[in-house]
């Protein structure tokens, strides 16, 4: 379980600057290095058995359901991992505390670095395939967080997108190559995928698993074509570029590569895919460290040239190979962050990364000049220190490389031209900036800087010397565990040491020094023939890409998205007569095999009036009025239709809804123009018919399809249980309130929503108010019909009764609480219009909203009701009462229910009507008042 | 009798969508009445088309199929709702923008009298 706090300290240590900010900077660093530390003891505890060949694992179920575990493993290379991220670590959080300024949030630093150092942590340590690319995906937004930490410049948000975009998009396709792994192999354990390399190899997914393995690699190591993004992640604070491109986020790519050697080296595919991209990296990065003018653009160049290294040497399919690589990764961390520590020391004492600008520095910081000069000597792969030893390797790996047959000769003369170029960008280093004359104009006179901020560099370059001179002693052990955990089967033999004879890859090194040295000196030769070539700048042409992307999105956004409810119900429509219409194409022919029904001329005079009717309704739709009238006769032909199918539910609460609805449509009318003008051209006109016709026919055809092929309904089940279960005999009533009450429950909280909403856009509504009709006639001043309301007076009570009476019998027979409500309101809406809203309101003195609430309150409460009784929500009973003088009478708690949506549907109706109709009062024109 | 309710249905859905088509808000409203009224008739005819039948236990008559009646039933009451809610909307549209215009483009109406 200790293992876990390898993870566990870092992430807790992300909040330790937040609960220290207001200590001293110092204090603050002391404190977040603190865990760190410890998780380092922890790592070390470990060693001992590591070496020795265990793997201490710690797993813990975290979402099983997608085979995603916290599960870690430390094994060598996990190890040397974490001795590199911990180490170096800790002492970029010593160096940021000196290089920060004081405007510089450190708090907001330390935090974002403790994040990141908890995912690469994690990538390293992660025992199970999802975790690492949880781990992995979170180091790009980490890393994303520190490089665009100054946040003002625009260079680092920039560089900031980028890096996340190329880094992101590799991680996806990691993920995709990851999920297929676990497909083939069936399990995202890594233990069992790292014992499954024949069925991997043997899939037919191999290759799609290995290019979509190592795209993730690729962007994460900024590997060419990839490379563009690295650059642009200086403009990160020196520290940043120091841990990231050192020891973490770039390393996070050549790991992966090193944990999947052994499932997926050993192919041809592998073969060629990773030694071209890692020669072309290593070549095109080697030029461009020797081009650039910026300090730190030097070592961004050389570190994408020594990545490129790296991937070569795994890509070679030896085992020697894997070796140097795992060793090239320790040394290619230590001196490249000791590097970047001096070019930060150099920024920040001199104001400046221009290399034109900086000359001489020796003599204004002479100790700093040495730390340079040993770290750009062990880049350079001087002897005795490390980088001779892993680039000596390298060269000797590159003579066995057989696979290009009889051009195999080029890989180690690519390779030595490689460390010639590596050598001259590493002397350019030192003797353009520490050397070769005066500085020019520096904006500040440069100085040694604090004492503890050269601390980093000089740990780090102690052991580029001790490594380089004694590496028997000190980096075979850790080498021999790693390397074991990289190249299947038996672990090679790793011997360290600095004399191996008089031998070819000893020649090589010599040529490159020879060479790098000529090379610099010709350097300027090399100016004069880059400078013809016209410079690509990698961040303008990726941003004009993002701002194209972005004017295409908006493009389409605008075409799709104008504001015309037209188009959108053109395409919406479009899209749904598709469908429906190539569901049709797979039925072999129209008809069902049902006996057809003959028809009578009642109904043959009912359908064509009814069509008559809607056609009438269109061919007006100008004059609004007379549309509206058409429009009632379709619907009181609808309920019609109802009822002459045996739908005596349907047709009441039709003919009811049919009254609310045209009485609203006619209020509305009032505030609305009582004329469409004539807009749509005729080209338009033909595309709508068209369109209409089109649906029209796909409707008629799926509904007769429908009809004329015989059911089987499940409503046999209603049928049979609407007594026993319900103890209602009208089914359609029983299936409302009982079966299927949660539906019902549902609707009339959509009717009671409806009729708030309705309230609150009715709420300081401004209106157009006519003072007369079309023709100019001003309205009728008789306001209310002598007839109508003394009709209405008369009809209101016992419009109530009849009311009551369809609410009572509903559960037995047609009725039911929805039309009854529906005709309780039609009755006081007649009241409304007969008397006018004043004089109906003083007589109706309270508020719908609130039974509208009831309403739905007492439904909900009835299905709670059955909680009490330890039933399901909205279970319903019932049983026989005998009551004195009216006899034995059957009472269901469904009818509590009704009751339910009865005081719904009036609340609702009326909240809807009597608001606007209200409206109406409060604006009459005042001339008509009098 | 089928092909007469089919077609009825047809030519009530293509009346209701010519109309969701035009460009003023009135016009949809109504347009999106006469389509639920289609949508109704459609769902209703479901269950096949019963003549003389019933939904009442133990009468005499055979039985009608009662689930798409409940169902309907209720879409009945929620298109009233939903009906009411959208010409309250196209009043508050044109009470706030001057315009009842629902293509995109505003034109706003003189206006005449306005309190």
């Not at chain 1, 996990?78 to 510089?104: K, T, W």
């Not at chain 1, 900024?222 to 570029?241: C, E, I, R, Y």
């Not at chain 1, 009441?652 to 009582?674: G, K, R, S, W, Y």
Request: hydrophobic share 50%; proline share 5%.
């Amino acid at each position: 379980m200790t293992l876990l706090l390898i993870i566990l300290l870092p992430l807790i240590g992300s909040l330790v600057p937040l609960a220290s900010a207001r200590f001293k900077r110092t204090t603050i660093a002391w404190l977040v290095a603190i865990l760190p530390a410890i998780a380092l003891g922890v790592a070390a505890y470990h060693t001992t058995s590591v070496f020795s060949g265990n793997i201490p694992t710690v797993s813990l179920p975290w979402v099983p359901s997608l085979s995603l575990d916290l599960a870690f493993r430390l094994d060598g290379l996990s190890l040397l991992f974490v001795y590199l991220v911990l180490g170096i670590g800790l002492l970029i959080i010593l160096y940021a505390r000196y290089y920060l300024s004081e405007n510089d949030s450190i708090v907001r630093f330390y935090g974002y670095l403790m994040l990141f150092m908890t995912a690469m942590l994690g990538i390293v340590t992660s025992d199970n395939l999802l975790l690492l690319w949880f781990f992995w995906e979170l180091t790009s937004l980490s890393s994303f967080l520190l490089i665009g930490y100054w946040s003002g410049l625009s260079s680092a948000r920039k560089g900031a997108r980028m890096a996340l975009t190329v880094t992101g998009a590799g991680g996806l396709c990691l993920l995709a190559g990851i999920l297929l792994i676990g497909n083939v192999v069936g399990s995202f354990d890594l233990t069992t995928v790292l014992e499954s390399r024949e069925l991997i190899q043997s899939s037919p997914y191999y290759t799609a698993i290995l290019l979509l393995v190592l795209l993730g690699a690729f962007t994460k190591s900024a590997q060419f074509p990839f490379q563009f993004w690295l650059p642009h992640a200086m403009a990160a604070p020196t520290p940043v570029s120091a841990y990231l491109h050192s020891a973490t986020m770039v390393k996070a790519g050549v790991f992966l590569l090193a944990r999947f050697y052994p499932v997926l080296s050993g192919t041809d595919e592998w073969f060629y895919i990773v030694t071209l991209v890692g020669l072309t990296t290593l070549l095109y990065g080697a030029f461009f460290a020797l081009i650039k003018q910026d300090l730190k653009g030097v070592l961004a160049f050389s570190t994408i040239s020594h990545l490129g290294l790296i991937t070569l040497l795994f890509g070679f399919n030896t085992e020697l190979a894997a070796v140097a690589a795992v060793f090239h990764i320790i040394n290619h961390a230590t001196f490249k962050a000791s590097l970047f520590m001096a070019a930060g020391i150099v920024d920040h004492e001199c104001g400046t990364r221009d290399i034109r600008k900086l000359n001489g520095l020796w003599r204004y910081m002479p100790y700093t000049t040495v730390l340079a000069a040993v770290a750009s000597a062990s880049m350079a792969g001087v002897p005795l220190l490390n980088g001779f030893l892993s680039k000596e390797m390298f060269l000797a790996q590159s003579l066995d490389a057989q696979m290009l047959g009889g051009l195999s000769w080029i890989i180690p003369a690519l390779a030595t031209l490689g460390s010639i170029l590596s050598v001259a960008y590493s002397l350019r280093f030192i003797h353009d900036v520490f050397f070769n004359g005066e500085p020019k104009d520096l904006p500040k006179t440069p100085h040694e800087p604090p004492r503890y901020m050269r601390l980093p560099i000089e740990v780090l370059i102690l052991i580029c010397v001790l490594v380089g001179i004694l590496p028997a002693i000190l980096i075979e052990p850790i080498l021999t565990a790693a390397t074991a955990a990289v190249v299947p089967g038996e672990p090679p033999q790793v011997h360290l040491s600095l004399w191996h004879g008089l031998n070819l890859p000893l020649m090589m090194s010599g040529i490159a020094l020879m060479g790098g040295l000529l090379v610099y000196i010709a350097r300027d030769h090399i100016y004069r023939f880059h400078r013809q070539f016209k410079t690509l700048n990698a961040r303008d042409s990726f941003e004009s890409m993002v701002q194209k992307l972005v004017k295409l999105c908006q493009w389409s956004i605008d075409r799709f998205e104008n504001g015309s409810l037209q188009r959108y119900m053109f395409w919406l429509l479009l899209t749904a007569v598709g469908f429906a219409a190539s569901g049709l194409f797979q039925v072999p022919k129209l008809a069902g095999d049902k006996v057809v029904q003959p028809v009578d001329s009642v109904l043959i005079i009912g359908g064509v009036i009814l069509c008559l009717a809607a056609i009438g309704t269109i061919m007006t739709h100008r004059k609004r009025l007379i549309s509206l009238l058409f429009l009632s006769v379709v619907g009181m032909l609808v309920s019609l239709t109802f009822a002459r199918f045996s739908a005596p539910d349907l047709a009441l609460t039709q003919l009811a809804v049919e009254v609310v609805t045209i009485i609203l449509l006619m209020l509305a009318l009032f505030f609305l123009p009582q004329k469409t003008p004539k807009e749509s051209t005729g080209g338009r006109v033909l595309r709508d018919l068209l369109l209409a016709g089109t649906f029209g026919g796909v409707i008629a055809s799926l509904n007769y399809a429908v009809i004329t092929r015989p059911v089987d309904s499940i409503s046999r089940f209603f049928i049979e249980n609407s007594v026993p279960g319900g103890g209602g005999h009208n089914i359609v009533n029983v299936i409302l309130v009982d079966f299927r009450g949660f539906d019902t429950l549902g609707e009339i909280t959509v009717l009671g929503i409806a009729g708030v909403a309705i309230y609150k856009l009715l709420n300081r509504l401004r209106l157009f108010m006519p003072s007369s009709d079309l023709e100019g006639r001003p309205w009728s001043s008789e306001r209310f019909p002598v007839i109508l309301y003394s009709v209405s007076q008369t009809l209101l009570p016992l419009a109530l009764l009849v009311s009551a009476f369809i609410f009572l019998r509903g559960h037995n027979l047609p009725g039911g609480g929805f039309i009854a409500g529906l005709v309780a309101a039609v009755a006081i809406i007649l009241i409304y219009m007969a008397r006018g809203v004043e004089w109906s309101q003083r007589r109706l003195s309270f508020n719908y909203q609130p039974i509208a609430v009831t309403g739905v309150a007492i439904a909900a409460l009835t299905g709670l009701g059955s909680w009490v009784f330890n039933a399901p929500f909205l279970t319903s009973s019932f049983g026989h009462f005998e009551i004195p003088v009216i006899g034995d009478i059957e009472l269901a708690t469904a009818l509590l229910f009704d009751l339910g949506v009865y005081l719904t549907v009036v609340g609702a109706t009326l909240m809807i009507l009597a608001n606007l109709g209200k409206v109406t009062t409060s604006h009459r024109p005042t001339k008509e008042k009098q | 009798m089928e092909a007469l309710y089919a077609t009825v249905t047809g030519v009530l859905t293509a009346c209701g969508i010519y109309l969701t088509l035009r460009g003023r808000t009135f016009p949809v409203v109504v347009g999106l009445t006469l389509l639920s009224y289609a949508v109704n008739l459609f769902l209703f005819s479901m269950g096949g088309l019963a003549s003389k039948s019933t939904t009442i236990v133990d009468s005499s008559f055979p039985y009608a199929d009662p689930l798409p009646q409940a169902l309907v039933l209720t879409a009945i009451v929620i298109g009233f709702a939903m009906t009411a809610f959208v010409v309250i909307l196209a009043m508050r549209t044109r009470g706030d923008l001057g315009s009842d215009s629902v293509d995109g483009q505003r034109t706003d109406e003189p206006r005449e009298e306005r309190k």
